[in-house]
């Protein structure tokens, strides 16, 4: 029974760190009606920043954030000026195509630059923490507090200031939008360079957790698409909803089930969300049936 | 030819299309009208098979065709436009109206030869070879009527032709339009521009918030006090 | 007499000078004859290796076009079907010593099937939605395959003895193999073509414009569709057979990669989509450039080839993004060419 605790809130603890690698994603689908297929990347970039910074610098992965979160932000805006913003008025296959060769393009630069080997921080508290009969790593809880506290301050975000009326405006009808005064297309930067910072957070949240090296965006792409497709394109709630779904049946079904059928499971998992409810739990109606707004 | 009994929609709470009952005799030119967000687009979608009612029946040409999807409705012969015009916009004019054609002769080189037919007909033939995007509203929208033409439909479905049209091109469709009952079509037709079709039609239908108030010859309908009340004052012409 | 008036039956248009549709064009013709010419000529080894892979590529380039350019199904899955060619061809061989040449029409209607499926299963998903199903279904696919041992080898593999005869459809000179991946695309590019002409292909396109419009005029779009995936898929089968037969070993990892299901759809984009054309000119030009940039920087810096390979194609798509046969028919005429 304490094993079976202990799985289900690991679960739910890693859960609220997938939710917060998974709600950039989320959020520029929302808004820009784009799937940046170079997610994974951004998260091992960010990854790799953490670690050069506990490297070099010695600053553990918290306080590289503080570096950490405004340079991804910088990087996302680079490349939706660069890249996505060019896209947005050509076919959709346009956009899927060039995010997914910046993915190649940076799998393929980290490669070059930081090898294939992995790498590690040291663990920045020693030893776990015990709740009841339970123990979990501090980095988890930590990380899973600010995955919360993310989903909260966002949520505030959305509904409470202006920006978030902008973005929500944005989202319901970009043309009626721009006639209103709301610059649309500074809107779709701040959200992909936001939605980038975030991506950024979550990798120094992940990087006391788990190695990095070139294709580890990959493993966790695969997770982010499925929380985000359960959890419904564009809702951040969905995304935590969807993360600890995800987490807790990650952390049952790899104890419980052969290894060997972990990311199959993952895979059809996603099919069968995709068959049985596309627009996921809490996501916008229609959204993947009817079709985005092209 | 087309029989509509007891037909309900809604959209959430909203009464789109209430208890609607009306037939359609062979070789009539039925108008739609009625004010804004009246439910005709709703009945039009209904009877195009575009959405499934709620309740209701449909009978066409004596087939219970209740339900079923937009595609079977094409091939059954009723065919429609589209308000805003759906133009296959990588496919040149002619090629447009091909597949529709398509659906009636199988053969690619026949088809053409049909489609070529109903461009003369609709006056679009200069434009066969150009692409849909160098079309102007005008042009798009006859390119709608060529496109339901080419089906070679028994019930042919009108949703706001003359929207955007120059008086002349309003001129022009009128007439058009008021010469297929002869070519043995039937015509439904749901219209804004009230005095192209009260001019033409030779019976009216008049819905307000989803329920059928008036049905009759222009001239009665024109004059009916719920009509008038239901556009508000407007007072309705025979131009 | 003009070369236009010269028609052809079943083609329409007759002769033209540049490639459109319905019509066989001297720049088709042209790249045939050269294309046979590169078939005869004598090569040095390794450039033979990449004249028979840019045939293979381009032959699969326009089975994924069926789907991708034609029915405006996007999928980055596609590698899928051509393992399932592939291994169902080379499952019976090795193991009930079926010919390749039956084993190939099983692996075409296993890979149809799945293809079927795939449309169907997928059928009311949109953009990035329907992407994505295809990557996870090639995914589970590939996972299923390294899994079952038994039959596919798994991890390690499975191995085409290299005895050569023209039933088992294995050649010592890779000039018999640039004959069978020529034949290929010629025969890929006779479908697409055909397609092109057809009373189905007519409504192929209409459901991509716009799926309401063709319900209007008598379409089913999901029968359609359907039949457009398992089309592509069948062929796509068709060439995971003959690559099995060229390069003698199948893994799971190597064949139904993500990769090379990216490389399938990009070569059509790159070239342009819904053209015949298209997806020959991108392989043309993408798959030697893959090809020579793997063999000279490969072993320089691990990735580098992959570095300017996407940098490359990321320019290309912001750019071009009607491809190079828009940009062949902008050259030549002007205009936008017919699709």
């Given at each position: 029974m304490t094993t079976l605790g202990q799985l289900v809130f690991s679960g739910i603890l890693i859960g609220g760190i997938y939710a917060l690698m998974s709600m950039g994603l989320t959020l520029i689908f929302g808004v820009l009606r784009v799937v940046n297929f170079a997610h994974g990347e951004f998260l091992m970039l960010g990854m790799y920043g953490a670690w050069a910074l506990s490297t070099a610098a010695g600053l553990n992965p918290y306080t590289a954030a503080l570096i950490v979160v405004p340079a991804m932000f910088l990087f996302g805006g680079l490349v939706h000026r660069i890249i996505i913003s060019p896209a947005l008025d050509k076919p959709h296959l346009v956009v899927?195509?060039?995010?997914?060769?910046?993915?190649?393009?940076?799998?393929?630069?980290?490669?070059?630059?930081?090898?294939?080997?992995?790498?590690?921080?040291?663990?920045?508290?020693?030893?776990?923490?015990?709740?009841g009969p339970f123990y979990f790593k501090a980095e988890l809880l930590i990380g899973f507090a600010i995955g919360l506290s993310c989903t909260i301050a966002l949520r505030w975000l959305i509904r409470a200031t202006y920006l978030g009326k902008a973005i929500r405006a944005t989202v319901q009808d970009g043309e009626a939008a721009m006639l209103m005064g709301i610059p649309v297309p500074r809107i779709f930067l701040i959200t992909f360079a936001g939605g980038s910072a975030l991506v950024g957070l979550s990798a120094c949240v992940m990087m006391p957790l788990f190695s990095v090296f070139p294709t580890v965006g990959l493993n966790f792409v695969l997770i982010a698409f499925v929380i985000v497709v359960l959890g419904g394109m564009g809702s951040i709630e969905g995304a935590l909803l969807g993360g600890i779904c995800i987490g807790v049946v990650q952390s049952l079904s790899s104890y419980y089930v052969a290894p060997a059928f972990g990311q199959m499971f993952f895979f059809i998992l996603f099919l069968l969300v995709m068959i049985v409810r596309p627009d996921g739990i809490l996501g916008q109606k229609g959204a993947a049936t009817i079709g985005i707004k092209d | 030819m087309l029989e509509i009994r007891n037909l309900e929609h809604r959209f959430g709470a909203l009464r789109a299309v209430h208890d609607v009952s009306m037939t359609v005799k062979q070789g009539e030119l039925l108008g739609l009208i009625g004010p804004n967000g009246a439910g005709k687009s709703t009945l039009y979608n209904l009877i195009a098979g575009a959405l499934k009612p709620m309740r209701g029946e449909i009978i066409f040409a004596g087939r219970n065709v209740t339900g079923w999807p937009a595609y079977r409705i094409a091939r059954v012969g009723i065919a429609r436009t589209f308000q805003i015009p759906k133009p296959y916009r990588q496919l040149s004019v002619i090629e447009n109206v091909m597949v529709a054609a398509l659906q009636r002769e199988h053969s690619v080189a026949r088809a053409r030869t049909l489609a070529e037919a109903t461009l003369a007909d609709v006056g679009l033939s200069d434009h066969a070879g150009a692409p849909v995007g160098t079309l102007t509203v005008g042009l798009l929208k006859r390119l709608e009527v060529a496109r339901a033409l080419a089906m070679r439909p028994e019930l042919l479905l009108f949703d706001e032709i003359m929207a955007g049209l120059m008086p002349t091109e309003v001129a022009v469709m009128t007439a058009f339009v008021a010469g297929l009952p002869a070519r043995?079509?039937?015509?439904?037709?749901?219209?804004?521009?009230?005095?192209?079709?009260?001019?033409?039609?030779?019976?009216?239908?008049?819905?307000?918030?989803?329920?059928?108030?008036?049905?009759?010859?222009?001239?009665?309908?024109?004059?009916?006090?719920?009509?008038?009340?239901?556009?508000?004052?407007?007072?309705?012409?025979?131009? | 007499m003009s070369l236009a008036s010269i028609r052809i039956a079943g083609l329409p248009n007759g002769f033209a000078l540049m490639p459109r549709r319905g019509?066989?064009?001297?720049?088709?013709?042209?790249?045939?004859?050269?294309?046979?010419?590169?078939?005869?000529?004598?090569?040095?080894?390794?450039?033979?290796?990449?004249?028979?892979?840019?045939?293979?590529?381009?032959?699969?380039?326009?089975?994924?076009?069926?789907?991708?350019?034609?029915?405006?199904?996007?999928?980055?899955?596609?590698?899928?079907f051509f393992g399932i060619g592939a291994?169902?061809?080379?499952?019976?061989?090795?193991?009930?010593?079926?010919?390749?040449?039956?084993?190939?029409?099983?692996?075409?209607?296993?890979?149809?099937?799945?293809?079927?499926?795939?449309?169907?299963?997928?059928?009311?998903?949109?953009?990035?939605?329907?992407?994505?199903?295809?990557?996870?279904?090639?995914?589970?696919?590939?996972?299923g395959a390294l899994n079952w041992a038994s039959m596919t080898g798994g991890p390690e593999g499975l191995s085409i003895l290299p005895v050569s005869s023209l039933a088992n459809m294995v050649f010592t000179s890779k000039a018999a193999y640039a004959a069978l991946m020529l034949g290929y695309l010629v025969i890929c590019y006779a479908v697409t073509m055909a397609l092109q002409c057809s009373r189905y292909g007519y409504f192929l396109l209409a459901v991509r414009d716009d799926e309401d419009a063709a319900k209007a005029a008598g379409v089913n779009p999901l029968l359609v569709r359907t039949g457009a995936m398992a089309l592509s898929a069948l062929l796509t089968g068709i060439g995971g057979t003959l690559f099995a037969q060229y390069f003698l070993y199948l893994d799971p990892t190597f064949v139904i990669s993500p990769e090379l299901s990216f490389q399938l759809?990009?070569?059509?984009?790159?070239?342009?989509?819904?053209?015949?054309?298209?997806?020959?000119?991108?392989?043309?030009?993408?798959?030697?450039?893959?090809?020579?940039?793997?063999?000279?920087?490969?072993?320089?810096?691990?990735?580098?080839?992959?570095?300017?390979?996407?940098?490359?194609?990321?320019?290309?798509?912001?750019?071009?993004?009607?491809?190079?046969?828009?940009?062949?028919?902008?050259?030549?005429?002007?205009?936008k060419p017919k699709l």
């Open positions: 899927v195509f060039a995010t997914m060769g910046l993915s190649i393009f940076m799998q393929n630069a980290a490669l070059m630059v930081m090898t294939a080997d992995l790498w590690d921080v040291p663990p920045v508290f020693g030893s776990s923490v015990a709740i | 043995g079509i039937t015509v439904i037709w749901v219209e804004h521009v009230l005095y192209a079709i009260m001019k033409t039609a030779s019976r009216i239908m008049v819905l307000d918030r989803g329920e059928l108030i008036a049905d009759g010859p222009p001239s009665a309908v024109a004059r009916d006090p719920a009509v008038v009340k239901a556009y508000l004052g407007e007072e309705l012409s025979l131009a | 019509a066989v064009s001297l720049f088709e013709i042209g790249l045939l004859i050269a294309c046979i010419a590169l078939v005869g000529i004598p090569l040095p080894q390794n450039l033979r290796d990449v004249v028979v892979l840019t045939f293979l590529y381009a032959g699969l380039a326009l089975a994924w076009n069926v789907a991708g350019g034609y029915a405006g199904l996007i999928s980055f899955g596609h590698a899928a291994y169902t061809s080379t499952i019976l061989l090795v193991h009930a010593g079926v010919s390749p040449w039956l084993g190939l029409w099983v692996g075409a209607l296993a890979s149809a099937a799945a293809g079927a499926l795939l449309a169907v299963v997928c059928a009311r998903l949109k953009g990035p939605f329907f992407i994505l199903s295809t990557l996870a279904a090639a995914e589970v696919v590939r996972i759809a990009l070569l059509p984009a790159v070239g342009g989509l819904g053209t015949a054309i298209g997806p020959v000119l991108g392989s043309f030009l993408i798959t030697p450039l893959s090809e020579l940039l793997r063999a000279y920087l490969g072993h320089a810096a691990a990735g580098l080839h992959l570095v300017i390979y996407s940098a490359v194609l990321i320019v290309v798509m912001l750019y071009f993004p009607s491809g190079l046969a828009g940009a062949l028919a902008r050259l030549a005429g002007g205009r």
